[in-house]
């Protein structure tokens, strides 16, 4: 019961993200390239902040979920290391 109930769940999501999502990746992050993709121009007021700071729309490498996401991920790789090793099996 519970195990169906997942799976369709997983399904709708799967359908959502194919047809609502842009398919260019790029296009997620990315204004300009998002405004492509909806046939859409961003507002002047975007190439005005754009023009006075080019950082304007980038993470810094110093923003808190940037330097969360590096620590994540060098956990996760020191554990798959550590299991890979305790398999037998060699590390990437």
Known sequence: MIR????RIHLGLSVFVVLVLPPNLEAQGDVEAFGRYMSVDPPPGYYELLRDNPRAFQFSENNGWTVR???VAASRNRQRQSAARASGAPSP
Do not use: E, T, V
């Not at 169906?4 to 799976?7: E, H, I, N, R, S």
């Open 4 to 7: 169906g109930l997942f799976a």
């Open 69 to 71: 996401g590096h620590a």
